[in-house]
């Protein structure tokens, strides 16, 4: 199919949106996808386009499976093209539709303790819920005279949320300590590393070791992308993008990719200048509030800032600079060898490398790589989900267990820098 042909598919598709949620993923498939040789990996750029959506992205030197969701437009070129390289044919999902209304998470959205006075960390909350429950806690140590917990608001989106991050440490006396960010939820799909970063608060609050709050401001941003992480919930669960509709086609297809969106390599891999892709990188570098937020971040705090890491969810990885080439950045052993402990302290299954590397491909125009060419010494991204599950959708159930890896690691990174 032509490239106008699958615009205008696109197109079509946006103004027949259907009410019913997800009903849009009708006829989409997963396929899995891996490599068995370096020519297979070489030579697929031929069949990448930007309507295909890589819920995992396949690497040989992982031996990853990749997960690739392809709309029903697509699919007989895609076949033909992994055919073509000789890749095996292996449909993951048949109906993306039918396989998301069989999750609990498709379906159930609402508040489930019945209590409004206990939120836990083991569930997924709407953002409203999580807000309330930051102000909550903002008020229940506004007199502390042990820790500073404050709730800032930093921007406004396009649909009228308030954009905020949470400031936390304690009084002792030095001013001007180093910043820890944490920052969630850019891709509002993933909303595993929502309640991963809400818990690294928690954690904070409750540990023993003064360290933690001592040496470091903490800046915390639960959700980056409100806007799409609400679509996720209202109608479609695997949405990337924001909802603004600043683009000239933002009527018809509305959103920017906010982890392509920043000023490093911008618009050049994996990313689009279509309005209507899910990987597209906004009609400039900092063109929305959402990465404004954490550009203004960087100009504030400069130097103090001394660790970004940004949760995220491509299964198994924990990954440095660069992901916009494929070398590492200036302090390539250090973040190696900080990795390392990472994983060892994680008690679960998952891979360090840089980030073009471990997720077989570049990307241009990502937070950490922005924040990482801006000085910040040690950038990661912490892809939450160990290697070989199920990454996409995460039953509640396991929350738990990979919000408590998120902080061990998070933990080790404070201890060592
Ligand atoms: C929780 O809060 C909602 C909205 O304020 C209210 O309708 C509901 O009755 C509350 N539930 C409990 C158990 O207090
Ligand atoms: C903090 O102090 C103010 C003024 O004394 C008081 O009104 C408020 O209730 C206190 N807050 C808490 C959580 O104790
Ligand atoms: C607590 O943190 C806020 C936000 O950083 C800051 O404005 C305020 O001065 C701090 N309070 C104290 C008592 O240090
Ligand atoms: C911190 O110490 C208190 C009192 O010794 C104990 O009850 C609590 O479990 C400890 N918290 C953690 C996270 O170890």
Not at 79 to 105: C, F, M, N, P, Q
Not at 285 to 290: D, G, H, K
């Amino acid at each position: 199919m032509s490239k106008l042909k699958a615009i205008s598919f696109l197109f079509l598709f946006n103004i027949l949106t259907v009410s019913a949620k997800n009903e849009e993923y009708i006829g989409y498939k997963v396929y899995n996808v891996k490599f068995n040789n370096i020519e297979q990996e070489d030579n697929f750029y031929k069949i990448k386009n930007e309507f295909i959506d890589y819920w995992r992205k396949p690497s040989l030197k992982y031996n990853t499976v990749g997960q690739a969701m392809v709309p029903p437009a697509q699919t007989n070129w895609f076949e033909e093209g992994l055919t073509e390289l000789g890749v095996a044919k292996d449909i993951y999902i048949d109906d993306v539709y039918k396989y998301l209304s069989t999750r609990e998470e498709a379906s159930s959205d609402i508040l489930r303790s019945g209590d409004n006075n206990t939120f836990t960390f083991n569930d997924y909350y709407r953002y409203s819920q999580i807000l309330d429950y930051i102000r909550a806690l903002e008020a229940t140590y506004e007199n502390s005279t042990g820790i500073n917990l404050s709730v800032i608001e930093a921007g406004t989106t396009a649909e009228g949320r308030p954009l905020v991050y949470i400031k936390l440490t304690n009084l002792t006396p030095t001013v001007n300590k180093p910043i820890i960010i944490i920052e969630a939820g850019i891709n509002p799909r993933q909303w595993i590393t929502i309640p991963s970063s809400l818990n690294i608060i928690n954690k904070l609050l409750e540990s023993n070791d003064t360290r933690f709050l001592n040496n470091f401001e903490w800046v915390i941003i639960p959700i980056l992308n409100p806007d799409g992480y609400e679509y996720t919930h209202t109608n479609l669960r695997l949405w990337t993008k924001s909802r603004s509709t600043r683009s000239n086609l933002g009527a018809i297809c509305p959103g920017v990719n906010i982890n392509r969106n920043f000023n490093i390599d911008w618009l050049n891999s994996d990313t689009s200048s279509s309005p209507c892709s899910h990987i597209y990188g906004g009609t400039g570098a900092f063109s929305e509030v959402e990465s404004r937020v954490i550009q203004s971040l960087h100009d504030e705090y400069g130097r103090r800032i001394r660790a970004y890491i940004s949760l995220q969810n491509n299964g198994g990885f924990i990954s440095y600079p660069w992901q916009y080439e494929r070398a590492a950045s200036g302090l390539f052993a250090q973040h190696h060898i900080l990795g390392m402990k990472m994983i060892e302290t994680m008690e679960d299954n998952y891979e360090l490398d840089i980030a073009s590397v471990a997720y077989g491909d570049r990307a241009s125009g990502t937070s950490t790589d922005y924040m990482r060419n801006g000085g910040v010494l040690f950038t990661f991204n912490i892809d939450v989900v160990p290697r070989g599950q199920d990454g996409v959708i995460v039953p509640r159930e396991e929350i738990q267990t990979i919000a408590d890896d998120v902080w061990r690691a998070v933990s080790v990174v404070a201890v060592n820098l």
